[in-house]
């Protein structure tokens, strides 16, 4: 990798995060240039139509319509999709779209970008440059797109009982022919040497639409394209995470909800602010308990359930939740022994294992010391 690669890297890097990270309305005179730069670099005519949706789901509802795996969409989405497409002037029916050309728009020029970028740096700096471009964001895209996927597939295959899993199976089939626009960042990111402004090898159209669009499903005739999300809130670890609505929303009312990167009901965080030890105790899912425990406060649990402290030593107290159908929780009660500003000392709560049996082997723990070598010359 030459110098001047290495010195475009972090804002290469940083400028696809904010693509994929974009919210609000598409710019759909930019994504539908890129669209038709993109057609034009694979050798195929340009479609002869664009069908704008308002979101992943929708997008997926009309390539259904479009590839003739419809059979078993809810009605309601169905209806939206083949307005959306009839809106463009599009016949909601198989084979009004032609076949895809996913492969010939985006499989095949990422991979001539990637063999020119190997070939040019060789294995040890292509890895170096993946570890400095994509890598940063491929972790989060990733979990963001896989969320969205199965929020899609279980949208539409619900209440398909008895034909879910081929309904489900048409599902996937179809999602498998998206590009993924904003998403595709982190595979932009170490091809792009300049930047979202930059991609060579075929590349500059799905770049043009990731900066504009979200995900697209490129066919012979047809182009279906989802709006961005409206709505994107993360926790520190970039996870889905929201108290008090949808983690993720799309403009059609396309929304996933989430707490710390768990899926919850749309319905169950209406229930956070209400919560009691009787509440959590009763809930029979394990991991709605769980996000139920994090958000009441595992000290105030433990205060208002009337726990009891199952060991006690000079480093803390040792505290067991046993919970039904699930792991216990056993915390470390530990006061740090330097005093706040105004002369008191904080107390903290350590999540340990629970294999734990004393204090003292939980706060070991988490200094990934075992109970024996764990002596510290000053707690602070």
């Not at 999709?81 to 050309?101: I, T």
């Not at 707490?259 to 749309?266: A, E, F, L």
């Amino acid at each position: 990798m030459t110098t001047g690669a290495m010195e475009t890297t972090p804002m290469t890097t940083e400028r696809w995060r904010a693509v994929a990270a974009a919210t609000g309305p598409a710019d759909r005179e930019a994504a539908g240039a890129g669209i038709r730069l993109a057609y034009e670099a694979a050798g195929l005519a340009p479609p002869e139509r664009i069908v704008w949706t308002g979101s992943p789901l929708a997008g997926t509802a009309a390539a259904l319509l479009l590839t003739g795996r419809a059979e078993g969409l809810p009605g309601e989405v169905a209806e939206r999709a083949a307005d959306a497409l009839a809106a463009a002037g599009v016949e909601p029916v198989a084979g009004a779209a032609g076949s895809s050309v996913r492969e010939a728009v985006r499989t095949r020029p990422w991979a001539r970008a990637r063999q020119r970028a190997h070939t040019a740096l060789g294995p040890a700096g292509w890895a170096q440059r993946w570890a400095l471009t994509g890598a940063p964001l491929w972790d989060v895209t990733r979990a963001l797109t896989e969320r969205i996927r199965t929020g899609v597939i279980e949208t539409l295959t619900e209440g398909a009982a008895t034909e879910r899993a081929d309904q489900e199976t048409a599902v996937r089939l179809t999602l498998l022919d998206a590009v993924l626009g904003q998403h595709d960042a982190p595979w932009l990111a170490s091809v792009a040497e300049g930047g979202p402004d930059d991609s060579g090898d075929g590349l500059a159209g799905p770049a043009a639409v990731a900066r504009a669009a979200g995900w697209w499903w490129p066919y012979e005739k047809v182009v279906v394209v989802a709006e961005r999300p409206v709505g994107l809130h993360r926790d520190e670890a970039g996870r889905l995470d929201r108290g008090d609505g949808p983690a993720l929303a799309f403009p059609d009312g396309f929304a996933l909800y989430a707490w710390r990167g768990m899926p919850v009901p749309p319905d169950f965080l209406d229930q956070l602010g209400e919560l009691t030890p009787d509440r959590i105790r009763a809930e029979e899912n394990a991991e709605l308990r769980r996000v139920m425990l994090e958000h009441y406060g595992y000290d105030r649990y433990l205060d208002e359930s009337g726990a009891q402290p199952v060991h006690r030593d000079e480093t803390g107290v040792l505290w067991r939740i046993d919970l039904a159908d699930d792991e216990p929780v056993v915390m470390v009660e530990v006061v740090n022994s330097t005093p706040e500003p105004d002369g008191t000392h904080r107390t903290y709560w350590l999540r340990v294992p629970p294999r734990t049996r004393t204090a003292r082997e939980g706060v070991a723990w988490t200094f990934g010391l075992d109970a024996a070598t764990y002596v510290p010359e000053r707690e602070t």
